[in-house]
């Protein structure tokens, strides 16, 4: 079992930042890849981003490549979402999870474990 817990969500002007943490109980966190998803509301969550289990892959949805960064920290159990260049179209409740496949597995939604959310707010 595996609890996922999100942090680092607010609310940001256009243009700015916000950094998104992850923080993954069990021993064996480095095995899954994991990613990000969002909900705005009256819209159907959609993936943002995932990283396999090294840190070295990650793949990213169009609408935040080249704005959006994803790592992960494994002796911390952590993973992030660095999001630079906001924009209001990014407002949404923000979900980690965790897929004992694959980095695939992850964009296509074969998803073992899910935070709890954090919402984002951008103003414009």
């Known amino acids: 079992q595996v609890q996922l817990v999100e942090s680092g969500g607010g609310l940001v002007q256009a243009g700015g930042s916000l950094r998104l943490s992850c923080a993954a109980s069990?021993?064996?966190?480095?095995?899954?890849?994991m990613g990000w998803f969002r909900q705005a509301p009256g819209k159907e969550r959609e993936f943002v981003a995932t990283?396999?289990?090294?840190?070295?892959?990650?793949y990213y949805a169009d609408s935040v490549k080249g704005r959006f960064t994803i790592s992960r920290d494994n002796a911390k159990n952590t993973v992030f979402l660095q999001m630079n260049s906001l924009k209001p179209e990014d407002t949404a409740i923000y979900y980690c999870?965790?897929?004992?496949?694959?980095?695939?597995?992850?964009?296509?939604?074969?998803?073992?474990?899910w935070g709890q959310g954090t919402q984002v707010t951008v103003s414009s």
């Open positions: 999870a965790a897929s004992k496949k694959s980095p695939l597995a992850v964009v296509t939604g074969l998803i073992d474990y």
């Open positions: 069990g021993r064996t966190f480095s095995s899954y890849a």
């Open positions: 990283i396999n289990w090294s840190g070295g892959s990650t």
